[in-house]
């Protein structure tokens, strides 16, 4: 079998044990569904046209659903004397895991930001995620993983020049890139699970 004749067999690994390996850590997210916590202290907001501002990044991305954000002056006091944050206040990206606070000063506060993220398994596939549910993005990324992963098998490459395996390569990086979660100024969680 060739490079070139993976693509099936990648479909398989990937409807065996979910995204390929490695491609979690490639686009900073993991797949696995439930609920989460994410605490952050804001030193200081940003301000844009005079407003105040300031983006959160989530510990997980693909999100199910808007998430819950609430804010305190203290660290103990997010679970004793929490306010809420309106929806009007904030702007999720659901895929991503980033939420942009505008608007409202938190500068000097503590935010917690609950949300359910992830990926549900197939009812009808023991341990394999809902294709439905997975990006077509992320399964070209995984499909594109596992023939990289595979690329050292002798007996399965049968000679595959080293230009097509760049061009997976380049082709898993611009998909990569594209979907990263990184912006300059934005808060990680102090405590998340």
Same mark, same amino acid.
């Given at each position: ?6 693509? $099936?067999?990648?479909?398989? !690994?990937?409807?065996? /044990? ?59 006091? @997010? ?45 009808? $596939? ?11 993005? @992320? /399964?070209?990324?995984?499909? @594109? /993983?596992?023939?990289?992963? !595979?690329?050292? /098998? ?5 000679? $595959? ?33």
């Amino acid at each position: 079998m060739t490079l070139n004749g993976l693509a $099936e067999t990648a479909t398989s !690994l990937y409807r065996v /044990q979910g995204p390929a390996a490695g491609v979690p850590g490639k686009v900073d997210r993991q797949f696995n569904d439930g609920s989460y916590v994410n605490d952050f202290h804001v030193d200081q907001m940003l301000y844009f046209g005079g407003r105040p501002q300031r983006a959160f990044r989530l510990t997980r991305g693909f999100l199910t659903g808007a998430p819950t954000l609430t804010y305190a002056g203290t660290f103990e006091a @997010l679970t004793s004397l929490p306010v809420a944050i309106t929806s009007s206040n904030f702007v999720t990206d659901l895929e991503a895991g980033l939420v942009n606070v505008n608007g409202l000063d938190l500068g000097g506060a503590f935010v917690r930001i609950t949300y359910n993220a992830g990926f549900t398994l197939d009812p009808n $596939e023991k341990g394999q995620f809902d294709p439905a549910l997975v990006p077509s993005w @992320l /399964q070209t990324a995984a499909r @594109l /993983q596992c023939r990289l992963g !595979l690329n050292d /098998q002798p007996f399965l490459t049968d000679g $595959e020049d080293k230009a097509t395996v760049k061009q997976v390569q380049d082709m898993l990086s611009h998909i990569v890139a594209d979907k990263s979660r990184g912006f300059m100024d934005t808060l990680y969680s102090i405590v998340g699970v």
